[in-house]
Each structure stands twice: as C-alpha cells, then as structure tokens.
C-alpha cells in the first residue's frame, strides 16, 4: 500500500509522516536517528505516544523518564513536552482532534 501523506523534516533527524487522519483523530509516526531531539513545545491537542522502537527520554511536565519499545503515554492538552532519542527509533502519536499544521 503507497502512503497517502510523504514524509517531511520535522526536525534534525527527525522524519514524520501522517498514516491516518479525519477531523477528530490523526496517527503520525515520527523516524528519529540517535540522538535527535523533539523540541520541548505544547499544543491543544491531547496526545498520546506508543514507542514503536527504540529508546527515548521524555520530558512531560517537569518530570523526565526513559521509555523503551512497548511503552506508552498520554499527554493532556497545552502540557509542555519533548523528547530526546537515545537510540534511533519510531514514534507512533495520536492527536485528538487532528493536528491540521500537520497536513
């Protein structure tokens, strides 16, 4: 099956890529190479993050915590967040509604 959305630059050595969207939900898998850094930032949306491969610390909040493949969160609306990959890895996200600066 070809993908409907291409890929894009989120960030350095971060690839994101829509896999499914409508107005109340999107799925997005972001491809991190080692090392790479999701920027610290907040959103309306409420998010959750399932760890597809690889190692990643988080930042939620104030707290920090290493999450491996096979794990999971979910981050509530305008909570600040990011991540930094300390493997290369696959983030699957979901966000309720759709992220439209996303499409």
């Not at 630059?9 to 898998?29: I, K």
């Not at 999701?38 to 760890?51: E, K, P, W």
């Not at 920090?64 to 699957?92: F, Q, Y």
């Amino acid at each position: 099956m070809s993908r409907l959305f291409p890929q894009v630059q989120a960030d350095d050595g971060v690839l994101r890529t829509v896999l499914a969207e409508n107005e109340q939900l999107m799925v997005v898998e972001f491809a991190f190479d080692a090392g790479a850094v999701g920027a610290l930032h907040h959103h309306v949306h409420v998010q959750s993050t399932y760890v597809a491969e690889g190692s990643f610390d988080f930042t939620v909040g104030s707290e920090t915590r290493r999450l491996n493949a096979g794990d999971s969160l979910v981050i509530e609306s305008n909570v600040e967040h990011g991540c930094t990959a300390v493997t290369a890895g696959r983030l699957i996200d979901t966000f309720t509604p759709r992220r439209d600066d996303f499409l």
